[in-house]
């Protein structure tokens, strides 16, 4: 059973960074496309980020661009989400995924396996 573990997440205020963390407890981690999703009470689960395996290609939800990186390390197991000028809009519960296929798509759907999530809160 692959696990993930979410880390890094807390309580900012608006403008600070934070950069979440992604360990992940396979061998074959390269192999995966990764994704990091948001979700606030009551609301669905909305895509961040994702990078495929090879870790090349990113893609963002316009909401983030610009402000968001997603990169990965192959030898620690581990992805990450750099977040910068953070916004009240930002607060959410912050989750990684990851995607047997790969590629890091934007539908959560795709992923197989996901964190318990890490709470994210930016004070205005």
């Known amino acids: 059973q692959v696990q993930l573990v979410e880390s890094g997440g807390g309580l900012v205020q608006a403008g600070d960074s934070l950069r979440l963390s992604c360990a992940v407890s396979e061998r074959t981690f390269s192999w995966y496309g990764m994704g990091w999703f948001r979700q606030v009470p009551g609301k669905e689960r909305n895509f961040v980020a994702a990078?495929?395996?090879?870790?090349?290609?990113?893609n963002y939800a316009d909401s983030v661009k610009g402000r968001f990186t997603i990169s990965r390390d192959n030898a620690k197991n581990t992805a990450y989400l750099q977040m910068n000028n953070l916004k009240p809009d930002d607060t959410a519960v912050y989750y990684c995924?990851?995607?047997?296929?790969?590629?890091?798509?934007?539908?959560?759907?795709?992923?197989?396996?996901w964190g318990q999530g890490t709470q994210v809160t930016v004070s205005s």
């Open positions: 990078i495929s395996w090879w870790g090349s290609d990113a």
């Open positions: 995924a990851a995607d047997y296929k790969g590629l890091g798509s934007q539908g959560p759907e795709n992923y197989e396996y």
